[in-house]
């Protein structure tokens, strides 16, 4: 089988790392071809490290017609019009969270792509974590029972609250939010994959409160609760600017439960611990996930989880989690 020839736009900041993976960790199954990004800079850094060309503009990049896939780690505001002009380009997309800045462009690159026949794929590398894997395979297995509560938190402080720089993140018309959509996005997309889609969301978030010397207009600590179409109910804390640190996904069920951070997994049965072993991983979460991408390419098999239904729905919670918190009422989804 051919090597898969990619690029990436926008490769200043995990941009660039995820390049870097593809390049380094998978190149029995990637080549790289050329980067851009729209800081001349940055873009030819990234190409020399590489020994590629650099682009500047990412339509004359997309048209080149010597690429398969193209990575992409973009302010979130682009991604409605970047990810769909790839498409049309005859281009496979890796992007990275979250999946569209509105539901509106979520929408319009969904169709972009059913209409391209390419693949959609978004990153979200906490599914490739063996902690969370075996979560997973346990949750699905149904031994916990009805799952009557869920919670997941997702608390850290990011570099850009500490120095005040909250650069296009702190644009809400350039990113969308940060607490719900951005930081929160990791939490809402594992917790979506063990629990499946609420049929109604309360959120609460918080601004200009935990960070004074930043300016910024978006929300950077958010409150959701979660009603499951089952009965159960749910919660997520979202904070972007605090420590201690956490990633968390804990179920209750009816006959036991289950506690990750993504590096250890706790599962009891009614009160009795049960032994988990993790199997090593053969590849850290990131590249597995990039190999995960080539073998989506490969198969013409849109993935299960990191493909555009999943990518749609988790975005329909996140946009009730906005307008709850801004009518505040119950959004019903
Ligand atoms: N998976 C994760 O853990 C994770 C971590 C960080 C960021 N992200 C996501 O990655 C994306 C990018 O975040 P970041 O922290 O790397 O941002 P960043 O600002 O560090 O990097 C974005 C890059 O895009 C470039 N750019 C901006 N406009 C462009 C344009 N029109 N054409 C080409 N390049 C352009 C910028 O010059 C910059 O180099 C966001 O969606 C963010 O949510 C994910």
């Given at each position: 089988m051919s090597k898969i020839r990619i690029g990436a736009i926008g490769v200043g900041g995990i941009g660039g790392h995820q390049f870097r993976v593809a390049v380094n960790n998978c190149s029995d199954l990637m080549q790289p071809v050329a980067v851009c990004d729209n800081n001349a800079e940055i873009a030819k850094r990234v190409a020399e490290e590489f020994k590629v060309e650099a682009h500047t503009d990412y339509k004359e990049f997309c048209k080149r017609g010597d690429m398969d896939a193209v990575i992409m780690a973009l302010p979130h505001y682009l991604y409605g019009e970047v990810v769909t002009f790839a498409l049309e380009c005859g281009l496979h997309v890796f992007k990275e969270k979250p999946?569209?800045?509105t539901l509106s462009d979520a929408k319009m690159m969904v169709d972009c792509a059913k209409k391209s026949g390419k693949q959609l794929f978004l990153a979200g590398q906490n599914k490739y974590s063996s902690a969370f894997i075996k979560g997973k395979e346990i949750v699905d297995s149904g031994?916990?029972?009805?799952?009557f509560l869920t919670r997941g938190a997702i608390i850290y402080r990011w570099g850009g609250a500490i120095d005040g720089n909250w650069s296009w993140r702190g644009v809400e018309k350039l990113s969308g939010g940060v607490a719900i959509i951005d930081a929160g996005w990791h939490i809402l997309d594992m917790v979506h994959w063990y629990r499946g889609m609420p049929s109604a969301v309360y959120a609460s978030t918080g601004a200009m409160k935990g960070a004074p010397k930043a300016e910024y207009d978006v929300d950077d600590k958010a409150v959701l609760i979660l009603e499951y179409p089952d009965g159960g109910i749910g919660s997520i804390v979202s904070c972007y600017i605090t420590l201690p640190g956490e990633m968390r996904v804990t179920l209750h069920g009816t006959n036991g439960c289950l506690d990750s951070n993504g590096g250890n997994l706790t599962y009891m049965i009614g009160e009795k611990s049960q032994e988990v072993t993790l199997p090593p991983q053969e590849f850290d979460p990131i590249t597995a996930q990039m190999r995960h991408f080539a073998d989506v390419i490969n198969t013409g098999k849109e993935s299960e989880i990191a493909g555009t239904k999943r990518a749609y729905e988790v975005m329909q919670i996140v946009d009730a989690g906005y307008r709850s918190a801004m009518e505040r009422t119950r959004i019903e989804i």
């Open positions: 999946f569209a800045k031994a916990l029972g009805d799952l």
